[in-house]
């Protein structure tokens, strides 16, 4: 059942900017079916899985982090390579990279971005 949603090769972000997301959109214009969905602050009581399956989403009053964050959906081996080079290209170091797993899908996106937070604080040290 879940399997369906890993299929399709999409691209989530949070925390960009109109600009950056104009050029993500240009840059994967020919992999991706669809326009980059985007995630916003009031969504961290929703999951990956609602997003990706269209379903309605609760707005939260508690408000994500500022980060940026880029999460591949769909990316398997070598597309997966290009794209994170594609998003370095146009976006640079700064945002977080991620690629859905059957756990982080069912993750509320609060705790989604905040492990990926604590994941890169470690990572620098």
């Known amino acids: 059942?879940?399997?369906?949603?890993?299929?399709?090769?999409?691209?989530l972000a949070y925390g960009l900017n109109k600009e950056?997301?104009?050029?993500?959109?240009?840059k994967f214009?020919?992999?991706c079916k669809e326009p980059v969905l985007v995630i916003t602050s009031d969504m961290?009581?929703?999951?990956?899985?609602?997003?990706?399956?269209?379903?309605e989403l609760k707005v939260s009053l508690k408000v994500l982090p500022d980060e940026k964050v880029v999460i591949f959906n769909g990316f398997q081996g070598v597309?997966?390579?290009?794209?994170v080079k594609n998003v370095r290209e146009v976006l640079g170091s700064e945002p977080i990279l991620a690629s859905t797993t059957p756990n982080s899908v069912k993750m509320s996106l609060y705790e989604l971005i905040?492990?990926?937070?604590?994941?890169?604080?470690?990572?620098?040290?």
């Open 1 to 11: 059942m879940m399997k369906g949603i890993f299929k399709e090769r999409l691209i």
């Open 20 to 26: 950056e997301l104009d050029k993500l959109n240009l």
């Open 29 to 31: 214009s020919t992999i």
């Open 44 to 55: 961290g009581n929703c999951t990956l899985e609602q997003i990706l399956k269209g379903q």
């Open 79 to 83: 597309y997966l390579q290009n794209g």
């Open 114 to 125: 905040d492990h990926l937070v604590q994941e890169r604080t470690l990572y620098k040290k």
